[in-house]
């Protein structure tokens, strides 16, 4: 039923789902263990409905699945998660009421089928499908568990699989509420069959590889300065709360002062981030973290572990990743995560209009911190509709308070701009100069202060890209994997309501660049860090850094930069006094970084149970109502709102 | 520091704590992982400080460590998790003002050495230290970072070292708030890399041997039915809570119905209980789940994972591990995980006694349920003080309102006890028949309900056995590992409080044993389960049983038998009905199996960041104060109690 009858005939079943099958006969996609692993150890079946093939004909076997469909009172179709097979019941009389009975069972009931592999009857094999060439000969069957009712119709199940676009696509909720129907669908079972493999290929990178130790930290912490966000669990002290952990981030450098060395955890972490979309209350992170070790080597670490870990039938990995500093990316992309798969990147072309006529660029050039920055759309003649325009007009005011302004070259060589009159011949010469311009391109040019421009432009960047590729232009080919390192952030930043004071960019662990340590003091503004992002195709996956080993530094950055109460850290601070290595480690978000592997435009693509986007587990119905007598033990009671809305997202 | 000097002398470091080391030249004592992991790489350091001997002569390396101590002003031991090395520092003017510094340095203070491997001098070498035949001469160093206070003296550190004893062990608490001194010891460094290893073997038995799909469920869950023990994580709802699990149960269950057919989890778990001891608040079970199997099939799943992944240096695992009735456990050991390793059995001597002139025995016999029911301690007189049988009598009077007897068969054939002038020679005859009785024997008798008989004598064979150990008799071997089923529960029991009513020996997910199912409408109380522990030296390891898959048999236990409201299960009840495959699975605790193998005596020695007895983690002081604008999108406040009771454990 939920299996997606596209998806078996296009490519066969088991190279969608059944990974990890036994049979050496078929080609196996995802990085192959270095055993075969035994699907049908410690089951009462003695072969998976997708291994089956010609090899098998003379053998008894036994099935055990879910039933797909009967056919013509004659035959039945049997699913399990590697795949179909055709079950044929002969004519005999003896089982005749076992037929009848089998005929009209509901599908999606679980059945076991004993009987003998035979070749399907000449020109009927299904070459589409693994086990095509074969059906099974039933001698017996048991019905394990009848299926009585469906929350939907089987049809429209295998329909809403997810990754099959559908016009009656069930509500999500109602899906989400019957989690374990979706789940039998190839594309999730495939989703988390690959997770499990891909995190088990890096546990073997980095505990058999390279001597990694696996510690778990606890998550009932406590609250860290400053940290929002983070979920409260009362405990029976009055007044006193354990919170959930956004990152074990104090444990595992507690780790590297305790002599553990190199560290790992697949770590369960908690945001609470309300409603934004796309997130998860809980979320898992591969948490890394090793002494006498630099930002190089760290880095080099995990390009041997996505290598390792990288499915097989995603391609190859080519190692070293491309590195970018910050600086670069905010320039060329105007963003500190860029997706290199297409250029279509910033261009400074401030020079250009030095002596412009065109008196609001000269206004900006006036400015120390202004430039005019461009992108250039090839082709935008051709894609780029005047609706288009002014929707991109629109968004670089209300988001960045920017103003736009298009020039094209037409495809007959002459150019069309609001300005295009008192543009000078050398001006044109030189933008063609300096963005390669071709005839049939679109620039789209912004003034401003440079940084804002370039967040706009970035913006614009893959909103023009979205335009593109919704007119047939293939920009970003879900294919290619451009991993990139994104080195030297800032490591402070001007707080956003008070620019006089700072805030870090990332945590208050970093370290300072070693080429700018000596700023700390004078001009921590203008001081690089030892962060690194891990970038896949425009997506943060990872980020890390170099820390803090020294007591005395760390107390400053604290206290004197960034004013905050270093109390509430003594006890890492009297660690890092106690003898603490030089350290620095890394967290990959694994969730995101699955999603982008198997191409699933959702995180809850690769969760077997995911929160709605409100936070709710609609099929358990969590969060749930407690009473106040289970609160009593905890001290708390509830504050109840003057208006108590009751909208569930069920309703 | 941490090193335990007695364990570096006794068996050299590397056996204790060395485990994953690259080199061949030392016995690896944990299960080899099939590649040697590398240690040194992606690090500044050439090797680790445990693993250079006489081969590594003359090459020139780089370690990074702690310093242990400093010697004569000419010599350095450096030290990391691997072992330690000792560094010569020659009488050279160009590093004269460097070996001062050095020399001055805290013990604790975090050095990187660059320098060549020599023998040491002839007649120098420490053969009971593995790197003892070499010593590497300095010719630079770095100093990383210098130690500056540690909360207790070096000394006073080694001797507390975890599983040392010693006069002058600082307190508990103050070794916990400083958790990372400890963690640097030789026997935590060792727990914490087994668990880690045995683990990762795990999950090669389970992921790559067997295609099990290693699957993440949430820990933000909902409330159980009658689950108290859980702790609440208030969400942005009014009046919602979301619940921390105590197992992945009711989500394994699901995963099977969603045709996920073979799961497991490390998995984080919850249980709130308050101060019992040794208990944590979160602990991690080896999850597993399979559809399709029967209880002999997951019994044998289990037996080779503990036999795959049990460190070789523990010595071989016999499979199939033996197997006790529930019944049987409680007869003969008075006790549902029984100590196999050693016999004082349980015996009944209710017919030698069914004509006696003792009256108090007559009429306990005279009830249905009345039993006499002996344990015989095998050179008791010898043994047993007066003292020590008044202690137990007065145990089974406190506990179980039990009366003891004491029979003595003295080493001169004459018998002791408060009854010996009525005893029968038949009698005594038939005790000595029935116990196997020897000269030098103590018996220790109880009569009254079988049941409480039974549970009293369970606790004083324990209690026995403990008073034998401390005399000396060595009856526990704790390099033995008794594997051992304890299977045919009892499915129902009648509630403590209401014995008319029934609760679920287990949980309500259990099914019946197929030979009493048709009992469950009848007599309820007299059907067995398919569920099965698994005992390891007296200690329960984990449990599971085969569930019910029947929508209509759970119905009925849960509304029928427990009384209880299956709406809160509904989810369940429906997936039951769409298709549930027949399953079964289990649960692992890790943290009491790693202890047990280990050898440690409570579960925090396994764990990096144990909470206190008291839930309190000392190190960062969790739980701890939360604002009321903190608790505010919460929806809850703190609920005062009149007299608030400040008692820190830590002050």
């Known amino acids: 039923m939920a299996l997606s009858r596209a998806l078996v005939r296009s490519v066969g079943l088991r190279v969608i789902c059944s990974s990890t099958a036994a049979q050496p006969v078929q080609s196996r996609p995802l990085p192959a263990p270095k055993v075969s692993p035994d699907l049908n150890s410690f089951v009462f079946r003695t072969h998976t409905c997708g291994e089956l093939c010609a090899a098998h004909i003379g053998q008894e076997v036994r099935l055990c699945g879910w039933i797909q469909y009967q056919r013509q009172g004659a035959f039945i179709v049997l699913r399990d998660f590697d795949g179909l097979t055709q079950i044929v019941m002969p004519q005999e009389e003896s089982i005749a ?52 009712k469906l929350p939907f119709e089987t049809n429209e199940l295998v329909k809403a699989s997810p990754g099959v676009e559908t016009q009656t696509q069930k509500s999500e909720a109602l899906r989400m509420q019957h989690r374990y129907l979706d789940l039998r669908s190839s594309q999730l079972q495939y989703n988390l069959r690959l997770r499990s493999q891909m995190v088990m290929r890096m546990r ?60 790992f955890q697949v770590a369960r972490c908690y945001r609470d981030e309300g409603s934004k979309p796309d997130r998860q209350p809980e979320f898992t992170q591969i948490d890394i973290e090793m ?98 325009l002014e929707n991109l007009t629109e968004l670089a005011k209300a988001l960045f308070n920017q103003d736009l302004t298009f020039v094209a070259l037409q495809p007959d060589g002459t150019w069309k701009s609001a300005h295009a009159k008192i543009l000078t011949n050398v001006e044109k010469s030189q933008l063609c100069h300096a963005t390669n311009l071709q005839k049939g391109d679109v620039l789209i040019l912004t003034a401003g202060d440079r940084t804002m421009a370039n967040v706009a432009l970035g913006k614009l960047r893959l909103k023009c890209a979205d335009i593109l590729e919704s007119r047939g232009v293939a920009l970003r080919d879900p294919g290619i994997f451009n991993f990139l390192w994104v080195v030297d952030f800032p490591l402070f930043l001007p707080k956003e309501d008070s620019p006089e004071e700072f805030e870090s960019a990332h945590h208050p662990f970093t370290a300072p660049h070693p080429d700018d340590a000596h700023l700390i003091y004078r001009e921590p503004g203008k001081v ?124």
Chains 1, 2 share one sequence.
């Open 97 to 148: 009421h076992l037929k009848k009975i089998l005929c009209e069972l509901p599908l999606e009931s679980v059945i076991t089928v004993t009987g003998t592999v035979i070749p399907r009857p000449p020109g009927q094999a299904n070459l589409e499908m693994s086990t095509g060439k074969i059906e099974v000969r039933m001698q017996h069957a048991e019905i394990l568990n009848r299926c009585k």
């Open 204 to 263: 073997e990178y980095l505990c058999n590889l390279h001597g990694f130790v696996d510690v778990e930290t606890p998550t009932l912490f406590k609250k860290t300065p400053g940290g929002a966000k983070e979920f409260v669990v009362p405990s029976r002290e009055p007044g006193k709360f354990y919170c959930l952990p956004q990152s074990p981030q104090q444990f595992k450098q507690m780790l590297m002062v305790g002599g553990l060395d190199r560290y």
């Open 291 to 388: 002494s006498f070790v630099d930002q190089a080597r760290i880095q080099k670490l995990i390009e041997g572990l996505i290598k390792y870990s990288w499915p097989e039938e995603k391609g190859d990995i080519d190692t070293p990743f491309p590195s970018m500093t910050y600086s670069e990316a905010m320039d060329s992309y105007g963003v500190d995560k860029p997706d290199t798969r297409f250029e279509m990147k910033i261009v400074d072309v401030s020079e250009v209009f030095r002596n412009t006529e065109i008196s609001f660029l000269r206004d900006v050039l006036s400015h120390p911190c202004g430039a005019v920055r461009v992108i250039s759309v090839a082709d935008g003649v051709k894609y780029l509709k005047k609706k288009d």
């Open 528 to 651: 690089r860090s030892q962060h690194y992002d891990l970038v896949l195709n425009g997506n943060e996956i990872g980020g890390g850094s170099v820390r803090i080993h020294n007591m005395e530094l760390q107390h400053y950055v604290l206290e004197k930069i960034l004013k905050e109460d270093s109390g509430l850290l003594s006890h890492l601070l009297e660690a890092l006094d106690s003898g603490a290595p030089p350290h620095g480690g890394i967290a990959l978000g694994l969730d995101r970084l699955i999603a982008l592997t198997v191409g699933a435009s959702s995180i809850r693509d690769v969760i077997a149970f995911p929160k709605s986007f409100r936070g709710r587990d609609l099929m358990s119905n969590a969060p749930d109502s407690v009473s106040p007598e289970e609160l009593s033990p905890y001290h708390i009671q509830v504050n109840w709102p003057a208006e108590v809305h009751e909208d569930y997202e069920k309703s």
